[in-house]
Nanobody, 124 residues
Framework: QVQLVESGGGLVQAGGSLRLSCAAS????????MAWIRQAPGKERELVAA????????YYADSVKGRFTISRDNAKNLVYLQMNSLKPEDTAVYFC?????????????????WGQGTQVTVSS
């Protein structure tokens, strides 16, 4: 059984930084692609970053490229999202997701397990 628990969200001023963490249970984490997906009020869900099983391949949405960094620690079953230069439009609930394949995918539908999400609010 896979369980994902996000943490690290909060309120930050524009231009600030936050680091989200996702703790994964289960023995499949180190062989699974992972992603961070966000849902803002009134907007479609957006996959913002993804990473393959080893951490050597990553994907970023254009909206966060150059500002966000995804990484993972397979020894600790953790995946991170470092968010810098935050903007009010980054305000959303951020979800961690895991897929059963080793590669990453830029498609939300390819992710099989989701966490409950953590709220990120960026004030102007």
């Amino acid at each position: 059984q896979v369980q994902l628990v996000e943490s690290g969200g909060g309120l930050v001023q524009a231009g600030g930084s936050l680091r989200l963490s996702c703790a994964a249970s289960g023995r499949t984490f180190s062989s699974s692609g992972m992603a961070w997906i966000r849902q803002a009020p009134g907007k479609e869900r957006e996959l913002v970053a993804a990473i393959n099983w080893s951490g050597k391949s990553t994907y970023y949405a254009d909206s966060v490229k150059g500002r966000f960094t995804i990484s993972r620690d397979n020894a600790k079953n953790l995946v991170y999202l470092q968010m810098n230069s935050l903007k009010p439009e980054d305000t959303a609930v951020y979800f961690c997701a895991q897929r059963q394949g080793a590669s990453y995918s830029s498609q939300q539908a390819d992710y099989d397990y989701w966490g409950q999400g953590t709220q990120v609010t960026v004030s102007s």
